[in-house]
């Protein structure tokens, strides 16, 4: 039997996943499951990057955002759901790796300096840790030794970087890490349903996979649209629409019948966002059914967690014997 490679990727639990999840990375997730090995990290220790502060939100995360996977079909007999934090060999692959990286690495990382920005962290009181997270996410990506990373676009610096830190480690000491690869999806990125860049809870303008089809119709409907359309026989400018984008994502099959009567002015935004919300429910429902399963049984996501993260520490067991073997930190052996 051919061996399958395997893929690693996962999320920070800070709150509930939404649509642009799906459409960005979980839908790819679900299919990529059954031709590779997968592993999904929940990445608890990189959500107290910036969330140290208030630790104890990280449980309820940690369990939601499982939940939310095995809504989307991600299947526990396929994908191995672990994590971050109980993998201690990824705390000490990270302390190893950040030997290799210069700061000026860390600095000039786009994704960093985006993200500083975001959370009004200055050069000067920017932790460690928030700094550093890039080398634990080379660690999450090569203690289970994995080919391949789906990732979106501004997850690429992490890669490039783990892809420094594999081929230094492997010429220093000894070629025993796989150089890891992205797998950057093509889907251009979801705004907010209120034009805003970013999908954000506090900003009301997104939808969630937990949502119920009331909220989903509540979101919809308070969409901002093409602005230049004050009637709805006015001709549209789809491309400025933020629900056609979304119509793009949800209503493959419609979207160009819809681009072709909005540009003449012969649908309305009401009738349009009516079909959205259809759409989006549909395809919410079977996620909604897999939900309530798992819901009503607290103990089975716990076992696929505590199952996910056995399997996850037997890998890490193995790359840290060879790790430690390349950097003759063996001893007693
Ligand atoms: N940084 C990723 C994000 O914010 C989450 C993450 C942590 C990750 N470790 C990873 C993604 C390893 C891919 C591989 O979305």
């Known amino acids: 039997m051919m061996v399958k490679k395997r ?61 939310d996977y095995l809504a989307c079909g991600i299947d526990p007999n396929l994908t191995t759901i672990f994590i971050q934090s109980h993998i201690p060999e990824i705390a000490e692959l990270t302390i190893y790796y950040s030997m290799l990286v210069p700061i000026s690495l860390l600095r000039y990382n786009p994704t960093i300096k985006t993200e500083a920005k975001q959370y009004g962290y200055d050069a000067k009181g920017m932790t460690y840790g928030f700094l550093g997270y890039p080398v634990s996410q080379a660690a999450d990506i090569t203690f289970c030794q994995a080919h391949l990373v789906p990732v979106g676009a501004d997850q690429v610096p992490h890669i490039e970087l783990t892809r420094k830190i594999v081929r230094r480690f492997n010429e220093l000491y000894r070629s025993v890490l796989i150089e890891p690869e992205a797998l950057v999806g093509d889907i251009p990125r979801l705004a907010g349903l209120d034009g805003n860049a970013k999908m954000s809870k506090s900003l009301g303008n997104c939808i969630y996979l937990s949502d119920s089809p009331e909220i989903v119709t509540k979101r919809v409907n308070m969409a901002v649209t093409d602005p230049a359309r004050i009637h709805s026989k006015d001709p549209g400018h789809p491309e400025v629409c933020n629900v056609f984008a979304y119509q793009k994502a949800f209503n493959p099959k419609f979207s160009q019948e819809l681009e072709e009567n909005c540009r003449a002015g012969k649908i309305g935004c009401v009738p349009c966002k009516k079909t959205l919300i259809a759409a989006v429910n549909e395809l919410l429902e079977p996620l909604r059914a897999r939900r309530k399963k798992y819901e009503a049984d607290k103990d089975t996501i716990n076992q696929i967690l505590i199952q996910g993260t056995k399997r996850a520490q037997e890998e890490a067991k193995k790359t840290i014997a060879l790790v430690r073997d390349a950097m003759k930190i063996n001893y007693f052996k």
Do not use: M, W
């Open 7 to 67: 893929i690693l990727t996962g999320d920070r639990p800070t709150g509930p996943l939404h649509l642009g999840h799906y459409v960005g990375s979980l839908v790819n997730r679900v299919k990529l499951q059954h031709e590779y090995d997968e592993f999904i990290i929940i990445a608890d220790v990189q959500a107290l990057t910036t969330n140290f502060d208030h630790p104890e939100k990280l449980s309820e995360d940690v369990y939601n955002v499982c939940l």
